[in-house]
Structures are given as structure tokens and as C-alpha cells.
């Protein structure tokens, strides 16, 4: 009888396991050899259509070259000339888009146009050719340009033109570079259509363009910016425009300046005063910007709705202040967060709450500000006493400002005004009063240093933080890039050692500067908070300095530094207004509507 040995193994195959494990082996290198080889034909591709498109470049300048001096311009342009400003080119099964900028240049060798001691009356010296190259379907090929000089074989002669300056600069007065600028002078005789961009100053210069009185059109933009245009007397509705189309004189330089910066969003929630969402609320929000005057035309004048959710999100609006109103039948608005006006900054991201409440018969809402720096005021008393019974009410919103540091560190919780926590021993809070800076040593500031706040009580555990504010709003260039920064931490436990600092996003990598106001919830619903400044300096001879911090808050849904009386009779009735801080206030207000808005600023004792 025979009988197999137990301790035999089997050759016959391969397990389950190391099938698997083969397989996986052979996708990875499989994989690894197909990534490489797609990496290395992209590489070939995109130095192809470099090469390409370089060649494509070359081509276009020598045409342009090679072309007479008086056909070297644009049509509908200025130079005016036989090229087209966009083209679409294909070599060798690739297409590229050519966009030609073709401008007079005025060489200050022989004078210049407008000038007052050695003027220029023919200003057309010669002319700038640039030719960006741009591949829309081509993935490794970033667009260039190239650019070279014509000149003319014999003098320019006088033409009897002038020229267009035209500047953009942005909210601060800083110039924007690349903005595009559109100019059209609709002639029968001298048409001109320009599209250009400004230069890094932030000017187009067109030299050698054709006189006409009020007739040149200019509309100013630029991706994610607001844009400025000039309009005729009567255009769009707007009898008498702010900017009128410009005028070019012959032998002179016309200069129009426009202001335009990046967009902002806003969200606006309408709400009870418990926090539910009101919904379908007709918001009217304008600005302050005009476009025309006598009649007055706003830029933004309009009148939309909050959804469902009782939102209203307004993106990509233009920097300015803004106010916001609210009607709807059977309610009232009894409060916003924050005021009803609101300064919209440039690139920011805003958030405003209007707190409605059913309404029975006439009301008042009083806003009580601080005289000196407009914000709203909490614990004012706010009566009134007339044909109605009279009635009182206390502010119970407001802000929390630091102004002044003089009087040192050493406080843990806020109750002296002038005093802080602690610093690194690098900020001067104490030779300029009301001013921080960097330390000075000898002739030369320190580089860096921080300075922490006392722990501020808010008073509620639902606290929302909405706004910080810190002046000024600019600090000197050679400071560099973030040489103000600031973080913020809260807590529920004033004793707590450990204060987590956050920035505007929410984690510490991030910091706060006078752009970026909009705290970020991540603070929220916590009693106590508190703020750690930076300052530092690229240059050791220059120091940023700080002369006030702020930041507004509310408690739930309830408005801070507002009131509102409802059910009034009509009639006059005296208003007063009191705060142990503060001088007191009064005066008279007729009630004669169904809803009516009082602000009342306060000077402090």
C-alpha cells in the first residue's frame, strides 16, 4: 500500500496572494514606464511649440519691417495703419493668436508734446511695435511678447495732432499695471477703436491721436477689477456725467485719471431678532459713487432680494460705501450688523445682518456713535418722551478700540485703557503717545517685535466677532510686504493659559493686516478675547506704526448701538441720550412715518 507523505509540498503553482502581489508589481512599473514616457513626449511637445511660436514672432516682425513706414499702424488705430490688431495663425497644425500693439513714441531728445520750455509739434518720433503670442489650446506654452522699434527714413513732419493721457490707479492711489484701456473716437473721417494696456506706471500714452471735442469714449478695466468709463451729456439717462468724454487739442496733452481696484463680495442675511431667517425681504443698497450730478446718478442704485434661506449674496461689487435699507409689509427694521452704512474695502469679503421686527405703527430707530471714531456705541441710554409714553432703552452692542499703550504692560484683563499684557521688549509704546512702533537703537529700528492686549470681556458667551479696523490703513512702502500683522484669540475661561491665535482663515498660519477686517468665525461664541500684534520692518530706517485697533461685536441677533421705539404717535418728541463715558445728548425729532432713522454721536468726557 502507498501512502503520500504529509510533510510533500506542492510545486504545481502559484498562491492567490502572490498572483496579486505580481500583478501589483507589474501595473507600478507598468504605470512609472507609461508616466515617464507621457512626461518626456509633453516635454518635446511644449519645446516644439516654443520653438514654433518663437519663429511665429520673428515672422511678424520682420513683415512688420519690411512694410512701409506710413502702413505700420493699426486699423481703426492710432498710429492708423493696414495691420489688424488680432489675428489667428496656424504653422505647422498649431494655432497661435497674435495680438499687435502699435503706439507713437515721443522721444524727449527733440522736446516733447505739452511741454512749456522746449514743446515737440511733431511728437510722432517713431513707433513702438509689440506682438504678444498666446496658444489658447496649448498646455505648456505661456503667452510672451516681443517687441521692437520702426523708425521713419526721413523727420517727422508736423501732423496738427495732440495726445491722450490716460492713468489708472487704485483704491489708494497706487497705479494699476496691465489695466485695459478701450478708447473710441466715432468719426466718419478718423474713426479710431484702441484697445491697450497700461504701462507699469499705470498710464496709456497715445501720442499723435486727432483733435475732437468731447468725443473720445474710455472705459477702463481689468479681470477682477471694477472698471470706469467716461460717457456724452444725455447718454445712459445721465444728463450731466461726472467724467465727460475727453478732448484732444492739437499740440496738447489731454490726461484723464480712473480709479479702479479688485472686486469684493458681500453676503446680507435677513433676520428676527432670535436669529430665524426672514425670507423674500426686498433690499435696496446704494452707494456713494456718482456717475452723473444734477440730477445725482449713482453708480449703484438698486433694489433686489434675500432667498428663501433669507440671503442676498452680492459678489464681485466695486469698493465703496454702501447703504442698505429694508422693506416689507407688517415688519420694521429695528437694527443692522453692522450700521446701515458699510465701507466696502477692495478684494474683501463682507458680511451684514438686518434684523427685522413685526412692526405696529410708527417707529424710530436711534444709533448711537462715538464721536470720534463713528463707531457704535453699547450701555447708552437711549430715551424719548413726547405724545407717546416716554420710554427708555440701553445699547447693548458696540466695539472694543485701543488707542493709547502709554501707561505699559503688567494688565492680565482689561479695565485700564492705556495698558496691555506684555511685549517682547521690541515695540515703543511709550515716546509718542497713542503710537506704537519698533524700538529704536541708536540710529536703526529693530527688525521685529509683538505686543499682546490685555483679555477683554465681552460679557456673553454668543458672541460674534464682525470687524477689526487698524489705522492707519497704510504703512510706508520700504517697511515690506505684511509689516503689520495681527491675530486673534478667544475663550470662554479668562484664566486659561493656552490662547490659540488665528488669522483670517481660521488656523495660525494666517494674520490680519488693514485689509483683511472680516474675522473669521473660528473666534466666535466665546466670552473673552484678546489680540497679539506684529510689527516688523524691511528697512531699518523706517518703522511701521500703529495708532488704533478696533473690532465691532454683537450678542446673538440683537443690533449693537441701536434702538428701536415702535407704536409712536405722531408728533415731536425730546430724545436724549446718556453714557457714563460720555457727554450727554439731546435734542427734538418729529415722528411723522412709519419708519424713521435717528444717528446721534457722542463726545467723550
Known sequence: MLFQSKNKKSNLGLTLIEVVIAIAIFLMIGVAIYNAYVGMFKMITGARVQLIATALANEQMEIIRNMPYQDVGLQDGVPAGALSRFQTLTRDGVSFSVRLSISDIDNPFDGQIGSTTYPDLAPNDYKLVEAEIS??????????????????????????????????????????????VNIVLASSTNPVNINERTNQSGFFQLVNT??????????????????????????????????????????????????????????????????????????????????????????????????????????????????????????????????????IAPASNNDIKIVLAPSTGRGLLVSVRDGASSLPLSDATVSISGPSPSQSLITNQGF??????????????????????????????????????LVKTGATYVSSGYLES??????????SYIQLAISPSTQASTTGAGSVRLQLASSNDQATTTWNYTGPDGTDQTFYNATSTTINAVVNNNRYLRYKLYLQT?????????????????????????????????????VTVSHDAYQDFGTTFNVNDTWQFLEIPLNAL
Not at 292 to 302: M, S
Request: aromatic share 10%; with cysteine.
Open 538 to 574: 524691511a528697512d531699518l530706517n523706517v518703522s511701521p506704526t500703529i495708532s488704533d485697533i478696533s473690532l465691532t461685536y454683537s450678542s446673538e441677533c440683537l443690533p449693537f448701538g441701536q434702538v428701536f421705539f415702535d407704536n409712536l404717535n405722531n408728533g415731536t418728541y425730546t
Open 454 to 463: 490685555s483679555i477683554f470681556d465681552t460679557g456673553s458667551a454668543t458672541t
Open 210 to 343: 486727432y483733435p475732437a471735442n468731447l468725443a473720445y469714449q474710455i472705459i477702463v478695466s481689468k479681470t477682477g477689477y471694477s472698471s470706469e468709463r467716461t460717457y456724452a451729456s444725455g447718454e445712459a439717462g445721465i444728463a450731466n456725467p461726472v467724467k465727460l468724454n475727453a478732448t484732444v487739442v492739437a499740440g496738447q496733452v489731454t490726461q484723464l485719471s480712473f480709479g479702479i481696484d479688485r472686486l469684493a463680495n458681500l453676503e446680507l442675511k435677513t433676520m428676527t431678532k432670535t436669529c430665524t431667517p426672514i425670507a423674500s425681504v426686498p433690499i435696496t443698497w446704494q452707494g456713494t459713487k456718482l456717475l452723473g450730478t444734477n440730477p445725482n446718478v449713482l453708480k449703484v442704485d438698486q433694489t433686489l432680494s434675500t432667498d428663501a434661506g433669507g440671503k442676498l449674496i452680492l459678489n464681485n461689487i466695486e469698493w465703496d460705501t454702501y447703504r442698505f435699507s429694508a422693506s416689507l409689509s407688517g415688519y420694521a427694521l429695528v437694527g443692522s450688523l453692522p450700521l446701515q452704512s458699510l465701507n
Open 400 to 437: 472694543w478700540v485701543q488707542s493709547d499703550w502709554s501707561a505699559g504692560a503688567g494688565q492680565t484683563y482689561w479695565s485700564a485703557l492705556d495698558k496691555f499684557a506684555t511685549t517682547d521688549g521690541n515695540i515703543d509704546y511709550a515716546s509718542t503717545t497713542g503710537q506704537l512702533s
Open 135 to 180: 496658444c489658447p489650446t496649448c498646455q505648456n506654452l505661456q503667452p510672451f511678447t516681443i517687441s521692437t522699434y520702426v523708425a521713419p527714413k526721413n523727420l517727422e513732419n508736423n501732423s496738427g495732432n495732440g495726445a491722450l493721457f490716460v492713468q489708472v490707479l487704485d483704491a489708494n492711489g497706487a497705479p494699476v499695471t496691465l489695466a485695459d
